[in-house]
């Protein structure tokens, strides 16, 4: 008998997008439901952190976005998104996209306090760190760019998509090659479907 998967999610987030591909591409069956995290007092007893991704396979909860991506590709029938001779450069190269979406986020975070509570010295290191990242990025390209489907790919992906939304794209120029691959990898149905509303972005809560 299979389990009851209940994956709560948020309308904008780029960890939740990042889980929402890897159960499209596992043809993962789950009920999945959108919630406003910023309000959600009821995930606490499943996860004390409160944040989205969270999945419950039945009573078990699942934390974390890269747990639930390597949960699904345990029981899914399809290819494996972390082949065993790369997995170390999927994994490294996967925290380097969820860093770049963590400092968007904590920007758009610190940019929507009252004037006279931002930082502006937290907000250049958050900008400085995203701008390195992404050179990062391309300059190591060749270690990405290549035919077999991976786990690193999709975060990749989520990140640089989610830097144009919440941030900029000016990266772009300076990052050619980076940015053709993403203009081909969004070329994917399960990027397409899964292009975030940004109109049903929650208010943050600060404090
Ligand atoms: N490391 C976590 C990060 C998840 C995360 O930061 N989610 C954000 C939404 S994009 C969240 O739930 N924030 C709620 C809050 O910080 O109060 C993961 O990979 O799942």
């Not at 050179?135 to 489907?149: A, G, P, R, S, V």
């Amino acid at each position: 008998m299979s389990n009851n998967l209940i994956l709560y999610n948020g309308p904008t987030s780029p960890f939740g997008r990042k889980v929402k591909i890897v159960s499209l591409v596992h043809e993962i069956n789950l009920e999945e439901k959108i919630i406003n995290v910023y309000g959600a007092d009821f995930l606490d007893k499943d996860n004390p952190l409160r944040k989205i991704p969270t999945l419950l396979v039945d009573n078990l909860p699942i934390i974390d976005s890269d747990n639930i991506c390597l949960y699904f590709d345990s029981i899914t029938k399809k290819n494996t998104l972390f082949p065993k001779e790369k997995y170390w450069q999927i994994m490294s190269y996967t925290s380097v996209a969820n860093g770049l979406m963590e400092s968007i986020l904590e920007r758009f975070m610190e940019i929507s306090r009252p004037d006279g509570e931002k930082s502006l010295n937290f907000i250049n290191k958050l900008e400085t760190r995203a701008f390195r990242s992404i050179n990062w990025l391309e300059n190591n390209l060749k270690n990405f760019n290549d035919n077999i489907f991976t786990m690193d790919k999709i975060a990749i992906a989520c990140a640089l998509e989610y830097t144009v939304f919440r941030f900029t794209d000016k990266w772009q120029e300076n990052n050619k090659n980076l940015s053709i691959w993403l203009e081909n990898f969004q070329k994917n149905d399960f990027m397409k479907s899964t292009i975030p509303d940004l109109t049903l972005t929650p208010k943050p809560k600060l404090s």
